[in-house]
Structure formats: C-alpha cells, structure tokens
C-alpha cells in the first residue's frame, strides 16, 4: 500500500478567532469515504499522527489534522488557553473546513487525550455536523496521582493568575512500549510538558460534565483504550460508553486492549488498531 499515491500538504490559516493554526492534510489521488479529522493530545502536535494518517490516506481516506492552539506550530502561549471553549471554536472552524462542499459526507472526528475530550465535549455540547465520532484515550478523568490539593491550588491560580504554568508531569514511559516512540517523544522540539492554571481547571470542569453526558452524542461512536493506560483511566471510556442513548450505542462499540498504554497508535499492535478502526468505518458507513 505504500505506493500508493498521497498528496500531503502543509499551511498555516486563520480561524475567525485570529488564532494561526497549523494544518496538515493527507490526500489520496482517489478518496473513497468520508474524510477524517484529528485531534491530537495534550503537549503534542499532529505531526506525530503522520504513520497513522498515512496508513488511512493509502486506502481512500482524506486526512486532515491540526495543531491546537498553544501547541506544534499553531499560535498561542505553550500549554494555555483563557478559556476551554476556545478548543471548541478551534475544532468547529476546522470541521466545517474539511466540509466544504455541501455534496461531500460528513466528516469523522477522532480525538486523542485531550483531543478526545475536547471532540466529546464538541459532541455533547454542539451536535457538530459530523457522521461518527473515534474517542482514543480521551482524557475524561484525571489520573489517580493527582491530589485534591493540587487541584484546588489549580483553582485558585485561575483566578488571580490565570496564565501560570507548571510543569504537567507528564511521564514519557507511559505513552508507549516502543522505546522508539518514547525516545521520538522526548527529542521533539514541538513536544511541551506544561500547563497553564486556566487549561488546568478548563480542563476538569469538562471532564465533570462531559464524562456524564454521553446520552447528549447524536452519532455512532468508537471508544479505543489500552487498558495498561496510566495516563486516562480507562474505566471513564467504558463509563462513557454505558451512557450512549439506546439508539445511538446500538450503532456504536467500545474496544479495550490489554497491556497497552496512553498512545495506542503508537505502540507496537498499532497496524491491528489502525485495521480495527478501519473496518468500524467501513461497516458504520454501509450501516447508515
């Protein structure tokens, strides 16, 4: 597959915010399906989706992924955000970039970590125009390391100085088995490990409320979690999953994998996740 044809291109664009953000778009000479955009994680950037964006555009799928605000090459002070609706503005202007022509399908949002939350959160707060949402790690809980005290220290920051960061303590080990992806990780001049006050608390507030609104999600979904994740308990993805409306779970699966951790496409078994995911389109696609 890897002859195949790919158009990959790369720009900077203004959102109606007059934030810059970074995009990066995977392009196949003949598409076949709806296109698929990507929402990266906390501290990183979507050019570390390209083996995965690749694998999709080799078999027919336009892909398309950008930097978020504060983070990659996108605009914005490293790890910050005034407030947690921005990401949501962000990711709105982004989908209705990759839908652009009314005659196209509508898209599918696959969100990582923190993107996962930010694409979940979009889901149950805005009914976006999309036609299946992929949720892989999605930062619906804090990990059990985190103290009440840290967290309330967090909430007062936001308050008098919202733009105070510290660093997130991010431990590279847990992201994969493939010391590869971890040594990758830590030589990434893109890659950041700090957090402001207001990202902090922006960010607990909606894992509050998201975390129990799966009943508001309007299309099939897919959870992916490995279950060695130490990052983001995968007990919230299941949770998530039990609170899908009757018709829209009917259409939806989650799929856990034992001994994998945070970034499931980048451990090793990630060619039998990229697979998995494909198929889940491809039979949610003939189903509708």
């Not at 044809?5 to 664009?13: A, D, F, M, N």
């Not at 003949?30 to 390209?50: K, M, N, P, T």
């Not at 202007?93 to 990582?112: E, I, K, T, W, Y």
């Amino acid at each position: 597959m890897g002859s195949v044809l790919l158009r990959r291109s790369e720009e900077h664009i203004e959102a109606p915010s007059g934030r810059r953000l970074y995009c990066r778009t995977w392009a196949p000479a003949s598409v076949d399906g709806a296109a698929i955009l990507i929402v990266h994680g906390f501290g990183e950037h979507s050019g570390r989706y390209e083996a995965m964006a690749r694998w999709l555009a080799e078999r027919g799928r336009r892909v398309h992924a950008y930097d978020q605000m504060g983070h990659g090459l996108s605009s914005g002070a490293r790890g910050h955000v005034t407030q947690f609706e921005d990401y949501l503005d962000d990711l709105e202007f982004m989908l209705g970039r990759v839908s652009a022509s009314p005659n196209d399908p509508l898209p599918v949002l696959v969100g990582h970590s923190l993107g996962g939350l930010i694409a979940a959160t979009l889901a149950c707060e805005r009914a976006p125009a999309i036609s299946r949402l992929v949720l892989s790690g999605p930062a619906l809980a804090l990990g059990g390391d985190v103290s009440r005290g840290r967290v309330a220290a967090a909430r007062l920051l936001r308050r008098f100085v919202p733009r105070f960061s510290m660093e997130a303590g991010l431990d590279p080990d847990a992201l994969s088995r493939d010391p590869e992806v971890v040594r990758g990780y830590r030589e990434d001049p893109w890659v950041h490990g700090r957090m402001s006050a207001s990202l902090a608390v922006g960010m607990m507030e909606r894992q509050a409320t998201t975390s129990t609104s799966a009943g508001e999600v309007l299309v099939p979904t897919l959870l992916m979690h490995g279950e060695s994740d130490a990052l983001c308990p995968v007990d919230r993805s299941r949770i998530f999953f039990e609170g899908l409306s009757e018709g829209v779970a009917s259409r939806s699966e989650i799929r856990t994998y034992p001994g994998l951790r945070h970034e499931i496409f980048n451990e090793p078994e990630r060619e039998e996740i990229f697979q998995h995911l494909f198929r889940w389109l491809k039979e949610t696609e003939t189903s509708q």
